[in-house]
C-alpha cells in the first residue's frame, strides 16, 4: 500500500469557515472536518463587512487541530467565495475590513455605465455583468467611499488575502480573479484595456499564478505558533466552486453540475470560453476554472433564500426548526399545480430586510408553509430551466445532473430537481470543495496524475445518492 499523506483544506463561505483534513493512500481520498465556525457579514454604520482577522484566526485554529491529527500534513491550501476584497496600504497592512458584496455599492457602480457599455465589459471579458463583481464594487467604492481607494496600494480578493496573511506573499490565481470582471477569459490574463477605459489604478491588482504550484510559504512566525515547519501553500482554485467543481465524481467529459450552497452555480466545464450573443443574453459566465478549464455557468439564488426564511421563522418563534419541520410544512402544498412559482433571482431577494415579507409580497402568499413550498418548487424549476438553457448554448444534452456541495444533503431539493428537470440528478460529493482544493495538493505532490485520475479516485471514494424523476 502506499504511504498515506496529509493536506490541510480551508473552505470559508458565507456562512462558515471550515477547516478540513484530507488523507491520500494512493487509491482513496478521505476527509475529516476538524473545525466549523458560523461566518456572516457584519454591518456597521450604512454597510456590511466581513470580519477577516477572526476568520484568519479561526483558520489557525483550525490549522493547529489539523497538525495535531497530522504532525506531517505535506501543504495546505484555500478556498473561499469569490468577489470581495481588501485593500492594503503602503505600509503593507489591512487598511479595513473587506466590505461585503450584499452592499449596494456594486448596483451604484454598475449604474455609472450604460446598457452598451455593460454589453461591451461582457465581450471584452467573457464574464457576466452583475452588481456583485468586483469591479462594480470598486467603481461604488471610488464614488461613495473614496478615502478607502486613496489609501490603498495592493487590492487582495478573499483567498489572496488570508494566503497574505498567512505567508506574506502577494498574489492571485485565474479561478478567483475571474470574479472580478477584469481578465480576458479567452487568453486568462488581465484585460489591460480596461484598467485605463474604467480609470482603475493597474498596480492595486497582484501576478497569477498557475495551478499545483507552491505561492508561498507559511511565515516563520505562525509556523512556531503552530509547532510547525514553513509549510507550502499550494495554488489551489480559490474561488469555492471552481474547487467544487474538480470533485465532480465523473470520467465524462461532458458533464452539467450545480454547485449547491447560499449559491447554487450551475453549468459545465470547458476547454475554452464561448463569448457570444446567446450566451450573455442568457446571463452566462464564463468563469476560471482548473488547470486552464472554463466553468460556463450561471450564478443562481440557492439555499440563501431557505435559509433566511428559517432564520426569520426562530427568530419570530423564539425556536429552532429543523429542516425536516420545514420540508413537513411545505408538503401539502407541494402537488398543488396552482402554486406560486417565482424567480429565485429577482433582485428583491438579494438581500431584504425580510426574507419572508419579500415572498409574501411577490407571490402573494400569506401561510407560510405554501411560501416554503413556492420556494423549493421555484428553486428547482430555476435549476431545470438553467440547465435546459447550457444545452441550448453548448449545443450538448446533459442526462445527468451533478448536485454537490452541502446542498446535496437536499434530499426533498434533489428529487424536485430531478422531476423537474426529468433527469438522474446523482448528489455528492458534499465536500466537494474540500476535495477539490486536496485534489490540487495531491497533483501538485504527484505531477503525473491528471485531473480524471482525481475524479475517477473521488467517484469511488464518495457515497453518493442517485435520484430518478418521477
Known sequence: MSETRH????????SSIRTVLSSFDGSQITTEVVHQVPNRSIRAHRYEFWDVLNIFYQMQKGFKLALDRAPDARSFGISTWGIDFGLIGASNELLTNPLCYRNPLGRIGMDTLDADHQRRMFFSTGIQNHPMNSVYQLLGIRQELPEFLAAASHLLLVPDLLNYLFTGQMNSETSIAS?????DMRTQTYCEPLF???SLDRELFSPLVAHRTIRGTLREDIAQLLGTECLPAICVPSHDTASAVVAVPTVEEDFVFISSGTWSLIGTELQQPIIDSEVFE???ANEGGALGTITLLKNSAGMHILENIKREMEFSDSRAYSWEELIGMSRSSLDDPALEIFDPNDEQLYNPDS?????RSITGISDTGRILASAYASLAESYASTIADLEQITGKSYPVIHMIGGGARNDHLNQMTADRAGKQVIAGPVEATSLGTAALQILHDHPQMSVS??????RDSSDLQSYEPA
Do not use: P, S
Open 196 to 198: 485605463e477605459e474604467l
Open 179 to 183: 470574479t472580478m470582471q477584469l481578465l
Open 282 to 284: 442568457r446571463g452566462f
Open 453 to 458: 485520475d482525481i475524479r475517477t479516485i473521488i
Open 355 to 359: 426574507m419572508i415579507g419579500t415572498l
Open 7 to 14: 493536506y490541510i483544506g480551508f473552505d470559508c463561505g458565507n
